[in-house]
């Protein structure tokens, strides 16, 4: 019998109303949300449902904010006795994952993602780095982009989401100038992504190094099932592993593509998104067709997903 995945969304899946029609419908999702409330010491769902979009939107503010949305969602899964093979997390969704794995109580992971995006935004000083998405660039043309960009700036691959996108970060002039040479070299865009820090690129090991107290001073436990962290693509079960994992995404890429091809080749074809948003549902298609992709977010997609998950 084909495994089940599930995917866990991260920063870019936001907008406010997220996660309002889950709060009303079901109680298992609500009660998240007023855990996550507690937790913080603000009304973390009245940014979720109401916004704005301008508070919404910074670092420490989005990422429990997604994170509670996925984990509410992740709840009413679990009262109708969905439960995943494997799960995996895209940047700050693998906390997410690992809330759903058992391996970190939701408190705990709001709070620890709520540092690690105020340390990451803290990492770099405004305007001095950027992100960009390379949209299919030439097989083999990354690394000599990248190359003869730097010009002794940092420039490197943060994402590596499908065949077809590549996102990287690093200093803003190095990104700009690798987003020419990657025109230059075939790529059919490159698109300067609306950030507020060059993410999972070496101008994070300051926000690495402050993150290491808070993840150290936090209990990890063993995966209830296993998780194909960012880091290494590799299935890992232990609350050591997940420790570390966490830890050493902050600087690293995310091997987004090489996750997925993991849980493929352990035998998963059906994916659920479990978050906001759908972006994991698209890359999906991209790096196999054959995979299929649904999306749990919002109290309107109950329906159809149980009724694709029952055929």
Same mark, same amino acid.
């Given at each position: 019998?084909?495994?089940?995945?599930?995917?866990?969304?991260?920063?870019?899946?936001?907008?406010?109303?997220?996660?309002?029609?889950?709060?009303?419908?079901?109680?298992? +999702?609500?009660?998240?949300?007023?855990?996550?409330?507690?937790?913080?010491?603000?009304?973390?769902?009245?940014?979720?449902?109401?916004?704005?979009?301008?508070?919404?939107?910074?670092?420490?503010?989005?990422?429990?904010?997604?994170?509670?949305?996925?984990?509410?969602?992740?709840?009413?899964?679990?009262?109708?006795?969905?439960?995943?093979?494997?799960?995996?997390?895209?940047?700050?969704?693998?906390?997410?994952?690992?809330?759903? +794995?058992?391996?970190?109580?939701?408190?705990?992971?709001?709070?620890?993602?709520?540092?690690?995006?105020?340390?990451?935004?803290?990492?770099?000083?405004?305007?001095?780095?950027?992100?960009?998405?390379?949209?299919?660039?030439?097989?083999?043309?990354?690394?000599?982009?990248?190359?003869?960009?730097?010009?002794?700036?940092?420039?490197?691959?943060?994402?590596?989401?499908?065949?077809?996108?590549?996102?990287?970060?690093?200093?803003?002039?190095?990104?700009?100038? +690798?987003?020419?040479?990657?025109?230059?070299?075939?790529?059919?865009?490159?698109?300067?992504?609306?950030?507020?820090?060059?993410?999972?690129?070496?101008?994070?090991?300051?926000?690495?190094?402050?993150?290491?107290?808070?993840?150290?001073?936090?209990?990890?436990?063993?995966?209830?099932?296993?998780?194909?962290?960012?880091?290494?693509?590799?299935?890992?079960?232990?609350?050591?592993? +997940?420790?570390?994992?966490?830890?050493?995404?902050?600087?690293?890429?995310?091997?987004?593509?090489?996750?997925?091809?993991?849980?493929?080749?352990?035998?998963?074809?059906?994916?659920?998104?479990?978050?906001?948003?759908?972006?994991?549902?698209?890359?999906?298609?991209?790096?196999?067709?054959?995979?299929?992709?649904?999306?749990?977010?919002?109290?309107?997609?109950?329906?159809?997903?149980?009724?694709?998950?029952?055929?």
């Amino acid at each position: 019998m084909s495994k089940l995945a599930f995917l866990f969304p991260g920063q870019g899946s936001q907008a406010a109303g997220m996660g309002k029609t889950l709060a009303d419908a079901y109680p298992a +999702a609500r009660r998240v949300f007023e855990e996550a409330d507690e937790a913080l010491g603000f009304a973390l769902s009245t940014l979720c449902f109401e916004g704005p979009d301008a508070d919404l939107r910074m670092t420490q503010n989005t990422q429990p904010a997604l994170l509670t949305v996925s984990v509410a969602a992740h709840a009413v899964l679990r009262e109708h006795g969905i439960a995943p093979d494997f799960v995996a997390g895209h940047s700050l969704g693998e906390y997410s994952a690992l809330v759903a +794995a058992g391996s970190l109580t939701l408190s705990d992971a709001v709070r620890l993602v709520r540092k690690r995006g105020t340390y990451m935004q803290e990492a770099v000083p405004a305007g001095v780095g950027a992100m960009a998405a390379l949209l299919k660039l030439p097989e083999g043309a990354l690394g000599g982009v990248l190359a003869e960009a730097a010009q002794g700036e940092v420039v490197t691959a943060a994402n590596l989401n499908s065949p077809d996108q590549v996102v990287i970060a690093g200093h803003a002039g190095a990104v700009a100038r +690798a987003m020419e040479l990657a025109k230059a070299a075939g790529a059919k865009r490159a698109v300067p992504l609306p950030v507020s820090a060059p993410f999972h690129c070496p101008l994070m090991r300051p926000a690495q190094e402050r993150l290491k107290d808070d993840l150290d001073a936090t209990p990890f436990r063993d995966l209830s099932v296993p998780l194909v962290n960012n880091w290494q693509a590799r299935a890992v079960r232990t609350a050591a592993e +997940a420790r570390e994992g966490v830890y050493e995404q902050v600087p690293n890429p995310v091997l987004w593509a090489d996750s997925i091809r993991v849980l493929r080749d352990a035998g998963v074809s059906r994916f659920v998104e479990v978050g906001a948003g759908g972006v994991l549902t698209g890359l999906l298609r991209n790096i196999d067709a054959s995979l299929k992709g649904l999306r749990f977010g919002e109290a309107p997609e109950w329906e159809p997903l149980a009724e694709a998950l029952r055929g």
